[in-house]
């Protein structure tokens, strides 16, 4: 049995998603507006770019607020630091 400890992959960063996200959200747009696209692939592409956009809003937003807490963890820290 191979070892699943090597196959694992780093997370993905803030950056590295919106790439992702921006040419899926291309590929779907351009699936939407074909002249020769079925109504059905038309649903399911309007469908993809809605969970696309919620889940690139929910991993913004998350972002923020890990960067924003971090900054209150160090300011708490810094004024919390007795002076010697």
Do not use: C, W
């Not at 074909?34 to 998350?62: C, F």
Request: glycine letters at 4%; aromatic letters at 2%; charged letters at 30%.
């Amino acid at each position: 049995m191979a070892d699943r400890r090597k196959n694992k992959r780093k997370p993905f960063t803030l950056h590295k998603a919106q790439l992702i996200g921006t040419n899926a959200l291309a590929e779907l747009e351009r699936i939407l507006v074909h002249p020769d696209t079925g109504i059905n692939e038309r649903i399911r592409a309007a469908n993809g770019i809605a969970s696309l956009l919620n889940a690139y809003s929910r991993i913004t937003e998350t972002a923020d607020i890990e960067k924003r807490l971090t900054a209150l963890e160090v300011l708490h820290e810094n004024r919390t630091r007795k002076v010697p």
